[in-house]
């Protein structure tokens, strides 16, 4: 393979992974279920992507998890977490990990979500509440599967009599920032964090009446529903807002 450096490569991305892992005994898929490879892209001094740049993959590691075949696919040998970096001519990517897995069958509720308690505030943008609700994705022999993505999606919102929401709430990861999918960890867990905003103005929490918002969780692999998807996830509402 021709490693010279393309004409004008100034810098190259991170590696472009077709998906977050890959499963033992298989090859890397997009989520669609199509074997992709891994790929780096270059840039000229201008910033612009050089398109017939040629790169190529290397697994790091001694312990082999994984080993990448001559057209940058990568194929997983054994469960755990390989170590990869790319090369363009004389630059290199970063090394990263990569988790070999077990192959997802299903999808599950983890721990129970911790009620959602509004602090009250001086309108419903400062009446705010979050709690997190949590998902195991599982191989056949109930394995955790690392690194699959989960999507999330909120199904039920509290609404009056007229069916008018009455409570404002939102999907969101680290510092509340939003989001509507996790990767799962080592455990083969995946969590997002739901955040309430308005308990100001729904009289179900105002009056101390319960209620809940609802979400529901689902996975893919080879661009098929993982057993159990849509699994749903209920965050209970508790009013302590005084009258």
């Known amino acids: 393979m021709d490693m010279s450096a393309p004409k004008g490569a100034t810098s190259i991305s991170v590696l472009q992974l077709p998906s977050p892992s890959v499963v033992a005994g298989d090859s890397m898929r997009d989520s669609l279920g199509v074997v992709k490879p891994i790929t780096v892209i ?46 363009v001519g004389g630059l290199q990517t970063p090394g990263i990990g990569v988790p070999v897995t077990y192959r ?49 999606k ?16 939102y999907l969101a990861g680290d510092g509340n920032v939003p989001q509507s999918r996790d990767t799962t960890d080592g455990s083969g867990g995946a969590s997002i964090r739901v955040v309430v905003v308005g308990f100001a103005l729904d009289p179900n929490v105002v009056f101390g ?19 159990g998807s849509p699994v749903t996830l209920v965050v209970p509402i508790r009013g302590t807002v005084p009258r």
């Open 104 to 152: 997802p069958a299903k999808i599950l509720a983890g721990a129970p979500a911790a009620p959602l308690v509004p602090i009250p505030g001086t309108d419903s943008a400062t009446s705010l509440a979050s709690s997190t609700v949590n998902t195991l994705v599982r191989s056949l022999q109930d394995s955790a599967s690392q690194g699959i993505i989960v999507r999330f």
């Open 42 to 87: 270059a840039y000229d001094g201008a910033g612009f992507p050089i398109l017939d740049a040629v790169a190529q993959i290397f697994v790091t590691d001694t312990t082999k998890f994984a080993h990448i075949t001559p057209a940058a696919i990568l194929v997983g040998d054994s469960v755990g977490q390989a170590r990869l970096t790319g090369q």
């Open 154 to 169: 909120i199904t039920y919102l509290p609404t009056n009599k007229s069916g008018t929401t009455r409570v404002v709430a």
């Open 209 to 227: 009446r319960a209620d809940s918002v609802v979400v529901q969780a689902e996975s893919f692999h080879n661009g098929k529903l993982l057993a």
